[in-house]
């Protein structure tokens, strides 16, 4: 029984690149929620998805991140022309139904350079 | 008053005795409040987790102490091992809503031999 996936783990990136970080949650789960986590920080709540829906994206930033979660495959969030404050590591967590417990995944750690 | 307030910052404790972490929350429709245990380089795992009709839960060597009038909850970490040494983070969320996690800004526990 898999737990989260994430990857890749690591992703470096030159500034004006875009970085693409994928999840494949719980077998079973249907909603996808990604956080960061800024070094020494909390992790920070981005968007909330369903298959084919977003529900929430209220901790999305307005510009350069997008995420979707298709019918078929991972979750992907997609960040356009990085910038060096976007390093961080990207967690996404997974669960059954909205209110039940949340799974996270091993996380992936952008750099960029 | 979407803040949770997490204290300490930083925690050290012999082998052997209590580890106490406090949070503090605003939003009285919080309902739903985990703590996570995360190790270097992997994901915020579910150590135990407590909803506001009780005041106390116990897990083992892990207890939540909850005070609903002072918008306060607190783990307790007794008989504290160096495997314990991690970082903590305490959470709060609306189950009713759309369950995204707002995480404290984490402790960083360190459990001396």
């Known amino acids: 029984n898999a737990g989260v996936m994430q990857n890749p783990r690591h992703l470096v990136r030159r500034r004006g690149q875009e970085a693409r970080l994928r999840c494949s949650p719980m077998?079973?789960?249907?909603?996808v929620y990604w956080y960061r986590q800024l070094p020494e920080e909390g992790l920070k709540f981005m968007v909330y998805?369903?298959?084919?829906?977003?529900?929430?994206e209220s901790g999305m930033p307005k510009e350069r991140f997008s995420a979707e979660f298709p019918k078929e495959g991972p979750s992907i969030l997609r960040i356009q022309q990085v910038v060096r404050g976007d390093s961080a590591a990207y967690f996404c967590?997974?669960?059954?139904?909205?209110?039940?417990?949340?799974?996270f995944g091993p996380g992936t750690r952008l750099t960029v350079l | 008053q979407q803040q949770v307030k997490q204290s300490p910052q930083s925690l050290i404790v012999q082998k052997g005795g209590i580890s106490i972490i406090n949070c503090a929350y605003e939003?009285?429709?919080?309902?739903?409040f985990p703590w996570y245990q995360q190790f270097p380089g992997k994901g915020p795992a579910l150590l135990i987790a407590i909803r506001p009709d009780v005041s106390e839960k116990k897990e083992g060597r892990f207890t939540i102490s909850f005070n609903k009038s002072a918008k306060q909850f607190s783990l307790h970490i007794m008989d504290s091992q160096p495997g314990d040494s991690a970082t903590y983070f305490c959470?709060?969320?609306?189950?009713?809503?759309?369950?995204?996690?707002?995480f404290g800004a984490g402790t960083r526990l360190a459990v001396h031999p």
């Open positions: 998805l369903q298959k084919e829906n977003i529900i929430d």
């Open positions: 939003n009285t429709a919080f309902d739903y």
């Open positions: 959470a709060a969320s609306i189950s009713g809503g759309y369950n995204k996690l707002i």
């Open positions: 077998k079973g789960h249907s909603h």
């Open positions: 967590a997974s669960s059954q139904t909205g209110p039940s417990e949340q799974f």
